[in-house]
């Protein structure tokens, strides 16, 4: 059974930085494409980027290009989100996905809470 679990949430001021961890198990993580999602109180699920299984190539969206920074370590089977700059519009859950191009899979994790605030 595959899980995905994000830690490294939490109550961090305007302007701090936070780094998220997605920890994967039971997946064939160095062949995985990831993603990190994020969804407001009362908004849609946005895409934030994706890295893909060699971890050469990385995308973000417009709202966080400059400020987050996704990397993997396939040797623990783990995804991160590096955020700096936060800002109050970035409180919200934070969710990692998992896509495996073989089967043609997707998992998700349950997210971890981040809140922007002083």
């Known amino acids: 059974q595959v899980q995905l679990v994000e830690s490294g949430g939490g109550l961090v001021q305007p302007g701090g930085s936070l780094t998220l961890s997605c920890a994967a198990d039971g997946l064939d993580f160095s062949s995985s494409h990831m993603y990190w999602y994020r969804q407001g109180s009362g908004k849609e699920r946005e895409f934030l980027g994706s890295i893909n299984p060699a971890g050469e190539d990385t995308n973000y969206a417009d709202s966080v290009k400059g400020r987050f920074t996704i990397s993997r370590d396939d040797a623990k089977a783990t995804m991160y989100l590096q955020m700096n700059s936060l800002k109050p519009g970035d409180t919200a859950v934070y969710y990692c996905?998992?896509?495996?191009?073989?089967?043609?899979?997707?998992?998700w994790g349950r997210g971890t809470q981040v809140t922007v605030s002083s």
């Open positions: 996905r998992a896509w495996v191009e073989s089967s043609n899979s997707l998992y």
